[in-house]
């Protein structure tokens, strides 16, 4: 059955019933004057009551369906909304995490699946997973082998949820009940043996567990490692205790759900052309003066340092010394190892593709290994390809390319040159490299030769040293370098360790001093006057020991940025721009370290590969799921790591291959950055391999010479961001600290992003270290951290008093945004249902329906899943038919959409290599990479562009070089222009992408 409708007509009664099958059927019931009918109608009623309860029922105790992966992963989702998914996992002895994968040389038979886990560090687990379906309840049988004794912290089985799915839910483990919290507070909430666990989700969601005996259960909150929490059901072993070569280690459990669960058994996935997935043609090079040459939209001023030096401005902007008025903006990619290294013929070909495709500074990156001799010291560069790089970053400043590199990112030094007796530190060359430099003098030396000899070097194709080159512009000390990444390594460092207990010392003045601070976390050995107190502690689970090392830490990055920066502006005369710390372990009281730069630096990745078995190689897992459906996280992440009075850039991003995604990724970090009002973004990357430069190359992880789809969203990108169609968020929250907050804080430091970073999407967020609190403060709301300068202390701020910051709760900060005019009246933003418009009205995210709609003048569109619509003010209306799809429109000209003499139309579903094979239907295990040609999932697309003379258009279909293949029929519709676009329109041609109008 499909509705009833019942309404009262005097003098009659109409009850209408609606069938799904059969349609409408209406009776009329007349009444007397006496109401003799009014007994019929309640009798009536209580019947159709009756007759809908069961369906009502049935709907709302649908079946939870439980795929099962070759891996013995469980996803578990009620209809199209995901639950969870339960994975076999371990902890090494370090905490060292590995995931199990299928076994493919012998993976067994539903239901029981061969499975291994190739523990961190050596060895391996073999394992079975037998999950069946019994009487409507899912059962669990897992039995783990070890091929060595091996010492684990847990063999296990995770169920993880995210943050909204579970916070403010309930959960009884035998007679022990709690709650999941919505805001951060212990990593543990329980870690016991129960026989059962049940959990209420804020959903209405019920699932229970049921265990044949006591089994070990942790319930934990991720929130200091990621958005998530943990149900680990897990056994545990000890030095004393190891897990023993080949004795099994089982788990099992029962899980039970409301309308039962009924479990199916997934399958490999191969990905070959066919009427769903069509073949690209792929062209890398440019049509001059096409639809996708964008070097005529005027993003390149060439030559790169035409207008002087770039500079820093305390408006959080990036200006040219002889264009102090005007704030500049630059997108571009990384290059990597080989791709840095080609002919002069080569380099002229790249830097014209690049400027075509629209880029204006170009990261060189992973650089060292070729360019220097291998010595123990690497401090001898290989001539040729010393002269490969020079004409390669002349050729692109003579484009108007700007350059940006890192002093290190992987150059492989002997390392037993700064510590011979350290095999662990030696063993990770480039992180232990990255540990050392700030602490150890030789390794200090080495990094200061290097940086000499580069910066020194003069460019025979500029006639320039890199150090006075103004089209060389931005410098990272260490690439990925913050100090907390290596607490692994640097407790083993003896230059750490004495380091550490001097710091003490002076933090504390003697051992009861430290002893008051820490309590029983101090050893009754421990004295740090006699340089024996360990070095050790978690920088995210923090103990007072664990909250001293961050402090150390920060402290000693700080020094190292202060250090370094004073070689290279004094000794070395560089007048380019300097930052460090950009990426990964971001506790507040590193912002007191950022100060001391010139601009503030991160990375964030999303679908970045997890390697199952081996660093690199496959096979590989990533989450390959809608980030619109998740609330758009990617990138909210990193942006309260930005310094409100300095630029920020982000030198690396990805929606990395081969998640279906990545069409409508790379646009969303092109949002972020136009609503943020950031100064650089950098795609990761464009090439790792000169041969993928030159010729077609398959897909992988990070390369757009390799993925024709993220270089199509690039285009989108670059519109947003450096033409600048989508307008900075003109209001901004600010947390704000002193020099004497950062020295003095509470017993846990938190981490830069709070739990309410969707107001990244609404307005700008960021920080700023204030040393003068009476100054005026950047912000509309002003929120201080008050560690130690109380909140009456900006006396010329807009300061909220709302306390700690990183305690409020998200309906705290929205009352904050609509009480400041931030979030206007109509404003639909829910952050508990993670539905976002930024103020400006140009983006809106809106993860119930998995939808978000961009509308500028100039560019307008989105993402929709199939049978959707995006409807913009701004003349565009798109219908996604049959395969969900980013689309957008695009000006090609200064004029809005509407009154454009050119448009680009793209239109992105996925595409895949050929042969691509995954362990699932998910696709989220990533057994083989496939090969060319690229394939292209079909799907269609309605179009309505309202144009103030549609019918004097006409629309191509473009090859990816922009040339056009075919013509598009359209026609005119209510004064609109009707485009249908069908990837697989033109077989002959290959699949389509990208479309042109144009008013001729």
């Given at each position: 059955?499909g509705?009833?409708?019942?309404?009262?007509?005097?003098?009659?009664?109409l009850?209408?019933?609606?069938d799904?099958n059969?349609?409408?059927?209406?009776?009329?019931?007349?009444e007397?004057e006496?109401?003799?009918?009014r007994?019929?109608?309640?009798?009536?009623?209580?019947?159709?009551?009756?007759?809908?309860?069961?369906?009502?029922v049935?709907?709302?105790?649908?079946s939870?369906?439980?795929m099962?992966?070759?891996?013995?992963?469980?996803?578990?989702?009620r209809?199209?909304?995901?639950?969870?998914?339960?994975?076999?996992?371990?902890?090494?002895?370090?905490?060292?995490?590995?995931?199990?994968?299928?076994?493919?040389?012998?993976?067994?038979?539903?239901p029981a699946?061969?499975?291994?886990i190739?523990?961190?560090?050596?060895?391996?687990?073999?394992?079975?997973?037998?999950?069946?379906g019994?009487?409507?309840?899912?059962?669990?049988?897992?039995?783990f082998?070890?091929?060595?004794?091996?010492?684990l912290?847990?063999?296990?089985?995770?169920?993880?949820?995210?943050?909204?799915?579970?916070?403010?839910?309930t959960?009884?483990?035998?007679?022990?009940?709690?709650?999941?919290?919505?805001?951060?507070?212990?990593?543990?909430l329980?870690?016991?043996?129960?026989?059962?666990?049940?959990?209420?989700?804020?959903?209405?969601?019920k699932?229970?567990f049921?265990?044949?005996?006591?089994?070990?259960?942790?319930?934990?909150?991720?929130?200091?490692?990621?958005?998530?929490?943990?149900?680990?059901?897990h056994?545990s072993?000890?030095?004393?205790?190891?897990?023993k070569q080949?004795a099994?280690?089982?788990?099992g459990?029962?899980?039970a759900?409301?309308?039962g669960?009924?479990?199916?058994?997934?399958?490999?996935?191969?990905?070959?052309?066919?009427?769903?997935?069509?073949?690209?043609?792929?062209?890398?090079?440019i049509?001059?003066?096409?639809?996708?040459?964008?070097?005529?939209?005027?993003l390149?001023?060439?030559?790169?340092?035409?207008?002087?030096?770039?500079?820093?401005?305390?408006?959080?902007?990036?200006?040219?010394?002889?264009q102090?008025?005007k704030?500049?903006?630059?997108?571009?990619?990384?290059?990597?190892?080989?791709?840095?290294?080609?002919?002069?013929?080569?380099?002229?070909?790249?830097?014209?593709?690049l400027?075509?495709?629209g880029?204006?500074?170009?990261?060189?990156?992973?650089?060292?290994?070729?360019l220097?001799?291998?010595?123990?010291?690497?401090?001898?560069?290989?001539?040729?390809?010393?002269?490969?790089?020079?004409?390669?970053?002349a050729?692109?400043?003579?484009?108007?390319?700007?350059?940006t590199?890192?002093?290190f990112?992987?150059?492989?030094?002997?390392?037993s040159?700064?510590?011979?007796?350290?095999?662990?530190?030696r063993k990770?060359?480039?992180?232990?490299?990255?540990?050392?430099?700030?602490i150890?003098e030789?390794?200090?030396e080495?990094?200061?030769?290097f940086?000499?000899?580069l910066?020194?070097?003069?460019n025979?194709?500029?006639?320039?040293?890199?150090k006075?080159?103004p089209?060389?512009?931005?410098?990272?000390?260490?690439?990925?370098?913050?100090?907390?990444?290596?607490?692994h390594?640097?407790?083993?460092?003896?230059?750490?360790?004495?380091?550490?207990n001097?710091?003490?010392?002076?933090?504390?003045?003697d051992?009861?001093?430290?002893?008051?601070a820490?309590?029983?976390?101090?050893?009754?050995?421990?004295?740090p006057?006699?340089?024996n107190?360990?070095?050790?502690g978690?920088?995210?689970?923090?103990?007072?020991?664990?909250?001293d090392?961050?402090?150390?830490?920060?402290?000693?990055?700080?020094?190292?940025?202060v250090?370094?920066?004073?070689?290279?502006?004094?000794?070395?005369g560089?007048?380019g721009?300097?930052t460090?710390?950009?990426a990964w372990?971001?506790?507040?009281?590193l912002?007191?370290a950022?100060?001391?730069?010139?601009?503030?630096?991160?990375?964030?990745?999303?679908d970045?590969?997890h390697?199952?078995e081996?660093?690199?190689?496959?096979?590989?897992?990533?989450?390959?799921?809608?980030?619109?459906?998740g609330?758009a996280n990617?990138?909210?992440?990193?942006?309260?790591?930005?310094?409100?009075?300095?630029?920020?850039t982000?030198?690396?991003?990805?929606?990395?291959?081969?998640?279906?995604?990545?069409?409508?990724?790379?646009i969303?970090t092109?949002?972020?950055g136009?609503?943020q009002g950031?100064?650089?973004?950098?795609?990761?990357a464009?090439?790792?391999?000169?041969?993928?430069l030159?010729?077609?190359?398959a897909?992988?992880?990070?390369?757009?010479?390799?993925?024709?789809?993220g270089?199509a969203?690039?285009?989108?990108?670059?519109?947003?961001?450096?033409r600048?169609?989508?307008?900075?968020?003109?209001?901004?929250?600010?947390?704000?600290?002193?020099?004497?907050?950062?020295?003095?804080?509470?017993?846990?430091?938190?981490?830069l992003?709070?739990?309410?970073?969707?107001?990244?999407?609404?307005?700008?967020?960021?920080?700023?270290?204030?040393?003068?609190?009476?100054?005026?403060?950047?912000?509309?709301?002003?929120?201080?951290?008050?560690?130690?300068?109380p909140?009456?202390?900006?006396?010329?701020a807009?300061?909220?008093?709302?306390?700690?910051?990183?305690?409020?709760?998200?309906?705290?900060v929205?009352?904050l945004?609509?009480?400041s005019?931030?979030?206007?009246d109509?404003?639909?933003?829910?952050?508990?249902?993670?539905i976002?418009?930024?103020e400006?009205?140009?983006?809106?995210?809106?993860?119930?329906?998995?939808?978000?709609?961009?509308?500028?003048?100039?560019?307008?569109g989105?993402?929709?899943?199939?049978?959707?619509k995006?409807?913009t003010?701004?003349?565009?209306?798109?219908?996604?038919?049959?395969?969900?799809?980013?689309?957008?429109v695009?000006?090609?000209?200064?004029?809005?959409?509407?009154?454009?003499?050119?448009?680009?139309?793209?239109?992105?579903?996925d595409?895949?290599?050929?042969?691509?094979?995954y362990?699932e239907?998910?696709?989220?295990?990533?057994?083989?990479?496939?090969r060319?040609?690229h394939?292209?999932?079909?799907?269609?697309?309605?179009?309505?562009?309202?144009l103030?003379?549609?019918?004097?258009?006409?629309?191509?279909?473009?090859?990816t070089?922009?040339k056009?293949v075919?013509?598009?029929?359209a026609?005119?519709?209510?004064?609109?222009?009707?485009?249908?676009?069908?990837?697989a329109?033109?077989?002959?041609?290959?699949?389509i992408l990208?479309?042109?109008?144009?008013?001729?």
């Amino acid at each position: 059955m499909g509705s009833v409708s019942i309404g009262a007509w005097e003098p009659a009664w109409l009850i209408s019933v609606r069938d799904r099958n059969s349609g409408p059927m209406q009776v009329v019931f007349l009444e007397d004057e006496k109401g003799g009918f009014r007994m019929i109608r309640w009798m009536l009623l209580l019947s159709l009551a009756i007759w809908f309860l069961p369906c009502a029922v049935a709907r709302c105790a649908e079946s939870v369906s439980a795929m099962v992966g070759t891996n013995g992963r469980v996803h578990l989702a009620r209809g199209r909304t995901k639950i969870c998914e339960l994975s076999a996992g371990l902890f090494n002895a370090q905490w060292a995490g590995a995931e199990a994968h299928g076994d493919g040389k012998n993976p067994g038979t539903a239901p029981a699946h061969n499975i291994r886990i190739a523990v961190p560090g050596g060895g391996a687990v073999k394992g079975v997973a037998t999950i069946t379906g019994e009487e409507n309840r899912l059962k669990a049988e897992y039995v783990f082998t070890p091929e060595q004794d091996s010492v684990l912290n847990s063999i296990h089985i995770s169920a993880e949820f995210g943050i909204q799915a579970l916070a403010g839910g309930t959960w009884t483990a035998d007679d022990k009940s709690g709650t999941f919290p919505a805001d951060f507070g212990e990593v543990h909430l329980i870690n016991a043996p129960v026989r059962s666990l049940k959990l209420e989700l804020p959903s209405g969601e019920k699932l229970e567990f049921a265990f044949a005996e006591p089994t070990p259960v942790l319930l934990q909150d991720n929130r200091k490692w990621g958005p998530s929490f943990s149900i680990r059901i897990h056994r545990s072993s000890s030095r004393e205790n190891p897990f023993k070569q080949g004795a099994p280690v089982k788990i099992g459990f029962s899980l039970a759900a409301p309308g039962g669960i009924t479990v199916e058994h997934d399958s490999p996935v191969t990905i070959v052309a066919g009427s769903e997935w069509i073949p690209l043609n792929l062209d890398l090079v440019i049509e001059p003066g096409s639809a996708l040459d964008f070097s005529a939209l005027g993003l390149q001023d060439a030559p790169a340092g035409k207008h002087g030096w770039l500079q820093a401005k305390e408006d959080g902007t990036f200006r040219f010394e002889k264009q102090p008025d005007k704030p500049v903006r630059f997108y571009g990619v990384n290059f990597c190892f080989s791709a840095l290294y080609v002919t002069h013929e080569q380099a002229d070909r790249i830097a014209d593709r690049l400027a075509k495709l629209g880029y204006n500074t170009v990261r060189v990156h992973h650089y060292e290994g070729e360019l220097t001799k291998p010595d123990r010291e690497r401090l001898t560069f290989n001539e040729e390809k010393l002269d490969q790089l020079d004409y390669l970053l002349a050729a692109c400043m003579k484009r108007g390319l700007y350059i940006t590199t890192d002093l290190f990112v992987s150059r492989p030094v002997d390392l037993s040159l700064f510590v011979p007796d350290l095999g662990s530190v030696r063993k990770d060359q480039m992180n232990g490299y990255k540990a050392l430099v700030p602490i150890n003098e030789k390794a200090w030396e080495n990094w200061c030769a290097f940086t000499r000899k580069l910066m020194t070097h003069v460019n025979p194709y500029t006639q320039r040293a890199y150090k006075d080159e103004p089209g060389f512009v931005w410098f990272s000390l260490i690439n990925e370098g913050n100090l907390g990444n290596f607490v692994h390594l640097i407790k083993e460092i003896p230059d750490y360790r004495s380091a550490w207990n001097k710091w003490l010392a002076g933090q504390y003045r003697d051992r009861a001093g430290l002893a008051a601070a820490w309590g029983g976390v101090l050893k009754a050995d421990e004295d740090p006057a006699r340089g024996n107190v360990v070095l050790d502690g978690n920088v995210y689970n923090q103990d007072a020991r664990g909250r001293d090392l961050v402090r150390f830490l920060s402290q000693v990055d700080a020094d190292f940025v202060v250090r370094a920066t004073k070689f290279l502006r004094g000794e070395l005369g560089m007048k380019g721009l300097i930052t460090n710390l950009n990426a990964w372990t971001n506790p507040v009281t590193l912002q007191a370290a950022r100060a001391e730069m010139d601009y503030v630096d991160d990375h964030f990745y999303v679908d970045h590969p997890h390697f199952l078995e081996q660093d690199w190689r496959l096979p590989s897992r990533c989450p390959n799921t809608s980030p619109v459906a998740g609330g758009a996280n990617g990138g909210r992440g990193v942006t309260f790591t930005r310094l409100f009075d300095k630029p920020y850039t982000l030198s690396e991003y990805n929606y990395s291959a081969p998640g279906r995604y990545r069409g409508v990724g790379g646009i969303l970090t092109g949002a972020m950055g136009a609503i943020q009002g950031w100064g650089v973004i950098w795609r990761f990357a464009y090439s790792h391999d000169r041969r993928s430069l030159l010729q077609p190359g398959a897909m992988n992880y990070f390369d757009m010479s390799t993925d024709p789809l993220g270089q199509a969203a690039e285009r989108a990108s670059i519109c947003l961001f450096t033409r600048g169609d989508m307008r900075q968020a003109p209001h901004g929250i600010n947390i704000v600290m002193t020099p004497d907050d950062l020295a003095k804080p509470p017993a846990r430091i938190p981490f830069l992003s709070p739990a309410w970073n969707w107001a990244a999407w609404i307005t700008r967020v960021g920080t700023q270290v204030v040393k003068d609190p009476a100054k005026p403060v950047i912000g509309d709301v002003v929120l201080p951290l008050g560690w130690a300068t109380p909140a009456g202390a900006y006396r010329n701020a807009k300061v909220a008093e709302a306390g700690d910051p990183y305690q409020l709760k998200s309906e705290e900060v929205a009352a904050l945004l609509k009480k400041s005019g931030i979030l206007k009246d109509g404003n639909p933003t829910d952050p508990g249902r993670n539905i976002f418009q930024c103020e400006t009205g140009e983006i809106a995210i809106d993860a119930p329906r998995d939808t978000m709609t961009l509308d500028t003048p100039r560019t307008a569109g989105g993402f929709a899943p199939a049978g959707e619509k995006i409807v913009t003010r701004n003349g565009v209306e798109i219908a996604v038919l049959e395969t969900e799809a980013t689309v957008w429109v695009s000006a090609l000209d200064d004029r809005p959409i509407v009154s454009s003499k050119r448009l680009l139309i793209s239109h992105l579903t996925d595409l895949q290599n050929t042969e691509i094979r995954y362990a699932e239907r998910a696709r989220q295990t990533l057994l083989a990479w496939g090969r060319l040609p690229h394939l292209v999932r079909a799907g269609k697309a309605e179009v309505r562009l309202k144009l103030k003379d549609p019918a004097g258009c006409r629309v191509w279909a473009l090859s990816t070089s922009g040339k056009r293949v075919a013509e598009v029929p359209a026609n005119v519709d209510g004064g609109a222009l009707v485009v249908r676009t069908d990837v697989a329109g033109f077989k002959e041609h290959g699949a389509i992408l990208c479309y042109e109008v144009a008013r001729e």
